[in-house]
């Protein structure tokens, strides 16, 4: 059983910041890729960082110079920091590992139940 805990979400204003954080616990051997993702209203699930156990990064487009993720290994945990906020941004945001339950399972992708961020004036 592996569970993924999100905390961090709200409501803002359009420049403000706010940081979104996701502790993963359970049965876990190992976690490779730590991602969050969003869902604008009526649309698409889309990635929007994603972190490598290596340190390495990946933005999307619509966020690179305002976003920075990163990681605790020995926590297990990602955060999500986010400036200048923009309207655009506000979405339901996921966050996603991929991760081993033990050295005889292969990687599999775990999702957190989401939080809400709101941007508006």
């Known amino acids: 059983q592996v569970q993924l805990v999100e905390s961090g979400g709200g409501l803002v204003q359009p420049g403000e910041s706010l940081r979104l954080s996701c502790t993963a616990s359970?049965?876990?051997?190992?976690?490779?890729?730590m991602s969050w993702y969003r869902q604008p209203p009526g649309k698409q699930r889309d990635l929007v960082a994603a972190?490598?156990?290596?340190?390495?990064?990946n933005y999307a487009d619509s966020v690179k110079g305002r976003f920075t993720i990163s990681r605790d290994g020995a926590k297990n945990t990602a955060y999500l920091q986010m400036n200048s906020l923009k309207p655009e941004d506000t979405a339901v945001y996921y966050c996603?590992?991929?991760?081993?339950?033990?050295?005889?399972?292969?990687?599999?992708?775990?999702w957190g139940k989401g939080t809400l961020v709101t941007v508006s004036s």
């Open positions: 996603n590992i991929d991760a081993r339950r033990s050295i005889t399972t292969r990687s599999m992708p775990y």
């Open positions: 972190i490598a156990s290596d340190g390495n990064t």
């Open positions: 359970g049965s876990i051997y190992r976690v490779n890729v």
